[in-house]
């Protein structure tokens, strides 16, 4: 029932595991995120090529949840989250890591204004661009992150490596810690990116 509920998956992406395909089947998106804008637009996968990374991303978003929600406790427990991988292949992809595109990192890193990503999501999309290879913002290092435009992109239907973390929310800062292999990491919270304790 409760299936029935939610919007079509479209059709490009109904062979694939929910979890690939939830961010394409919702097409309202409450607000701009990097490289998807707010209102009824195409979905984007976000994902990470390390792990980790994708955790920082996951911190800094529970961050702002907890900042924009005044009066709401920090929760005593962890929060439990699921890291998966899939692979991806694409004819045509953009990387903002490398030459031409890293010229104007500044642009594509700004902690706030997603302005020139929103555009270029745009143009490259409009051109049959699949995959937006970028620098992450939240992460100390500025590892590697994808965001899928196209659900063509992804070149097996299922994820695969699960790993389970969980995240202990403290005033300031965050632990992490991943079950198997053993992983124990401590966040900060910097002005626009985290620190690594």
Known sequence: MLEETKPPVPPEC????????????????????RFRRMGETPGVFYGAEDPITAVAETVWQRKIFFEGSAGTPLPKEPGTYTAFSVPVSTPISIDLTEPPM????????DPVDYNACLDLADRVRAE??????????????????????????????????????????????????????????????GEDRLVLL
């Open 128 to 189: 049959g661009c699949e995959l937006i290879r970028y620098a992450s913002v939240r992460h100390p290092d500025a590892l590697e992150n994808i965001a899928v435009l196209a659900c063509q992109a992804f070149a097996n239907p299922e994820p695969t490596q699960f790993q389970t973390w969980h995240l202990y929310l403290r005033p300031g800062r965050t632990q992490v810690r991943r079950e198997h292999p053993k992983v124990s990491l401590e966040f900060a919270f």
């Open 102 to 109: 890293s010229d104007d990192a500044a642009l594509w890193a």
């Open 14 to 33: 109904q062979h694939l595991h929910y979890l690939l395909f939830t961010p394409f089947r919702y097409g309202r998106y409450p607000w701009n995120s």
